[in-house]
């Protein structure tokens, strides 16, 4: 079974099946990405209208390119996603919580914080862990804690939210009010796209 849902992001659409897909985060921006590490998203990638593949648990979210219409290739691509998950294809390869877990060192995803801010820093964690995680996935999305530098809070948009008009209106009105109230050394949230 799979069924769609829409997103706050006009580009991107939600195709929640009834099946685990994958444990944890992928976060496909580029064909050449999906092809080392995700059999389904690479071939999705083959689609025209595909510019972008996010899977999580039992959802794969779908952003397409601006200059197609979700009218026209909306049944094509569940079928497609219905049909490769029938199929038993392999959706994740074995090894990319590691590759994903070395390219955010690289990136510098995780800072060593000590004293206060440690404690700050895992707070500021389990707050988006809490409250902000389940509401964004519901949308198709992801956010990632990147880094606490002088007050200021970064994060990572991933899926749906990444590129989504209304993701700045979340996350100056939403997440940063939050983060604010609940701890008052935060003075800003800012995002980087995933």
Same mark, same amino acid.
């Given at each position: 079974?799979?069924?769609?849902?829409?997103?706050?992001?006009? &580009?991107?659409?939600?195709?929640?099946?009834?099946?685990?897909?994958?444990?944890?985060?992928?976060?496909?921006?580029?064909?050449?990405?999906?092809?080392?590490?995700?059999?389904?998203?690479?071939?999705?990638? $083959?689609?025209?209208?595909?510019?972008?593949?996010?899977?999580?648990?039992?959802?794969?979210?779908?952003?397409?390119?601006?200059?197609?219409?979700?009218?026209?290739?909306?049944?094509?691509?569940?079928?497609?996603?219905?049909?490769?998950?029938?199929?038993?294809? &392999?959706?994740?390869?074995?090894?990319?919580?590691?590759?994903?877990?070395?390219? $955010? &060192?690289?990136?510098?995803? $995780?800072?060593?914080?000590?004293?206060?801010?440690?404690?700050?820093?895992?707070?500021?964690?389990?707050?988006?862990?809490?409250?902000?995680?389940?509401?964004?996935?519901?949308?198709?999305?992801?956010? $990632?804690?990147?880094?606490?530098?002088?007050?200021?809070?970064?994060?990572?948009?991933?899926?749906?939210?990444?590129?989504?008009?209304?993701?700045?209106?979340?996350?100056?009105?939403?997440?940063?009010?939050?983060?604010?109230?609940?701890?008052?050394?935060?003075?800003?949230?800012?995002?980087?796209?995933?």
């Amino acid at each position: 079974m799979i069924y769609t849902e829409q997103t706050p992001n006009p &580009e991107s659409l939600k195709f929640v099946t009834n099946r685990m897909l994958y444990r944890g985060t992928a976060d496909f921006k580029t064909a050449e990405f999906a092809q080392e590490w995700s059999p389904l998203a690479s071939a999705l990638f $083959e689609l025209p209208y595909v510019k972008g593949v996010y899977i999580c648990n039992n959802f794969v979210t779908i952003t397409k390119e601006f200059s197609f219409a979700w009218e026209d290739v909306m049944l094509k691509a569940k079928d497609f996603v219905k049909n490769y998950v029938d199929g038993d294809g &392999e959706i994740v390869k074995e090894g990319f919580e590691e590759e994903k877990d070395r390219l $955010e &060192e690289a990136s510098g995803v $995780e800072y060593q914080y000590t004293g206060d801010e440690a404690e700050l820093v895992k707070k500021i964690k389990e707050l988006i862990a809490t409250y902000v995680k389940p509401a964004v996935e519901m949308d198709g999305g992801n956010i $990632e804690f990147k880094s606490f530098d002088q007050g200021k809070v970064t994060v990572v948009l991933q899926g749906s939210c990444s590129g989504c008009p209304s993701s700045t209106v979340t996350l100056k009105a939403g997440i940063e009010g939050m983060l604010k109230r609940m701890i008052p050394e935060v003075t800003e949230v800012v995002a980087e796209m995933g």
